[in-house]
């Protein structure tokens, strides 16, 4: 190297090809539909439909009478969950923040009139009018008796507090925003690994001086920006088209497209191994629906995981976009910051290490 000569940019190289990798981002069919069109169809059809899931989430006070006969006709009432394990200031924040529909206290007197106090919240106003005509249909059973006609046995006490409406979007979007994250990480970049090494591109990139990280990163870097920039695009047509809840506004945004980077660089992962296992080009599609289309089913993106048989939902906590939906979904509506994310947060990274290191194993330059 003479003394005039600049050392070789190894950073103005990665741009080089992040710009390129960009363009044929944009220029990919399939990119743009799993990472814009899909989502926004799905929440276009989703946004329209009012209400969320028919299960209803109640909890109990401490102080509830066993056996209290309400309840036990509640229990075996199809759609009724009851959510255990909460203390009285947990259950006031899972109320108003609509994590649970209502909290119910079952009591008697001592002439043997059960009561059930029924707090709900205006988070959940559709599912407290269902749970109210549950309730006061088992109640209207119990007054049927004609011993208790003029004194009826049973009776519901009412209370509401405030909290901010949990509608259909607010489930569905940050759903969407998973699936389109998965998409990306998983075909975008297996795809394109694999045509890159099969049409000889890596290896003519290997007779420049640039280094093998900053190809990867470039490629990544590409990767990034299209989906932080899809992702934003979703986003701002929930937001001002079917009202979706930003409750900190622009820093709700902020985390938001923080957590959808940190998910794609890990579900980048799944695209390395499957471009260095994949034999060919047809082997592609099989292996990456293995992977995707369990975790679009079961992590959360269409259907609350609650709605699952209980034996299955295990298999759904342990999937890495689970916890990324559920992360996406407590930023937006509930305002938590990434601190209190430690456990989904914890879950996605583990993910990403255990990934990573097959995919140093697995994947393949040539």
């Known amino acids: 190297m003479s003394q005039n000569q600049k050392p070789y940019n190894q950073f103005v190289a990665m741009m080089a090809v992040a710009r390129a990798s960009f363009r044929s981002i944009t220029r990919s069919p399939s990119a743009v539909v799993f990472t814009l069109l899909f989502p926004l169809i799905f929440i276009v059809v989703f946004g329209f439909i009012e209400g969320s899931s028919v299960n209803i989430k109640v909890a109990t006070t401490p102080d509830s009478q066993p056996h209290h006969p309400v309840q036990e006709a509640l229990t075996h009432t199809p759609g009724i969950k009851f959510v255990t394990g909460l203390t009285s200031e947990e259950m006031d924040e899972s109320l108003s923040k609509g994590r ?54 049973a009776a519901i006490v009412e209370t509401e507090m405030t909290g901010r409406k949990y509608s259909m979007i607010d489930f569905i979007l940050p759903g969407q925003l998973g699936f389109s994250i998965l998409s990306v990480g998983v075909f975008g970049t297996s795809f394109v690994f694999f045509n890159l090494r099969q049409t000889l591109v890596i290896k003519r990139f ?52 923080l957590l959808a980077a940190v998910g794609l660089i890990v579900f980048m992962g799944f695209g390395f191994i499957i471009s260095g296992v994949a034999k060919n080009e047809s082997m ?22 609650d709605a699952f048989p209980s034996w299955l939902q295990p298999v759904c906590k342990l999937l890495p976009l689970t916890y990324l939906n559920e992360a996406l979904r407590m930023v937006a509506f509930e305002g938590a910051s990434l601190s209190s994310l430690w456990l989904q947060m914890g879950v996605i990274l ?16 040539e």
């Open 100 to 153: 649970i529909d209502a909290v119910l206290s079952f009591t008697s007197d001592a002439q043997d009139h059960y009561l059930v106090d029924m707090k709900t919240s205006s988070a959940s106003a559709e599912k407290k009018a269902i749970l109210k005509l549950v309730l006061e249909n088992i109640v209207n059973k119990m007054n049927l008796d004609p011993e208790q006609i003029s004194h009826p046995k």
């Open 206 to 257: 290997f007779a420049t001086p640039v280094r093998k990280p900053f190809i990867i990163l470039g490629e990544a870097l590409s990767r990034l920006v299209f989906s932080l920039l899809g992702s934003l695009f979703i986003i701002l047509v929930g937001y001002f088209a079917f009202g979706f809840t930003l409750i900190n506004g622009v820093v709700t945004v902020l985390t938001m497209l």
């Open 284 to 305: 592609i599609p099989p292996l990456a629906n293995t992977i995707t289309l369990p975790q679009f089913l079961l992590s959360g993106t269409f259907f609350p995981i």
């Open 350 to 365: 583990l993910w990403g290490v255990v990934i990573y290191a097959l995919a140093v194993r697995f994947f393949r330059w």
